[in-house]
């Protein structure tokens, strides 16, 4: 079992700065894959990144809320939306995003649909996901 970046990330970055075992990496391309992801071989479930996330992202798989209710302006970043968003990374680097949604408070959204892009992103091959 391995923890989930959901599509609430908005590639914030201080997740990757307190990981243990560095498995957290930025989607590549962007386009395609907009958020980071942890390598399911690598991630030995520490939670470290957990509290790190500021828009609390992360989930351990087994606790991926599959009818998150959002509290109300938080972003949902998957491909297909057409949302904008710009804001500023852990680092103070910009973060430009062309697939994002602002949620309503009260909506509902099934983040277990974000597990299996997790696991796709580590296995696209080279260019995408594939470990160094």
């Known amino acids: 079992m ?24 930025p989607g590549k391309p962007q386009e ?38 959002a509290r109300g302006g938080e972003y949902l970043s998957r491909i297909g939306l057409t949302g904008h968003y710009e804001g500023e990374n852990h680092g103070g680097e910009a973060v430009i ?12 959204v099934d983040l277990t649909d974000d597990i299996k892009p997790n696991y796709e992103y580590f296995k696209d091959g080279p260019g995408y996901g594939s470990k160094p």
Do not use: M
């Open 2 to 25: 391995t923890h989930i970046i959901t599509s609430l990330c908005l590639r914030d970055s201080g997740c990757v700065d307190v990981c243990p075992v560095e498995c957290i990496v």
């Open 97 to 108: 995003l062309d697939t994002v949604k602002q949620l309503e408070a009260g909506e509902k």
């Open 32 to 69: 395609k894959y907009p958020w980071y992801y942890i390598d399911p071989d690598t991630c030995i479930d520490c939670g470290a990144c957990v509290p790190e996330c500021p828009y609390a992202a992360i989930f351990p798989e087994d606790e991926v809320p599959n009818a998150y209710s």
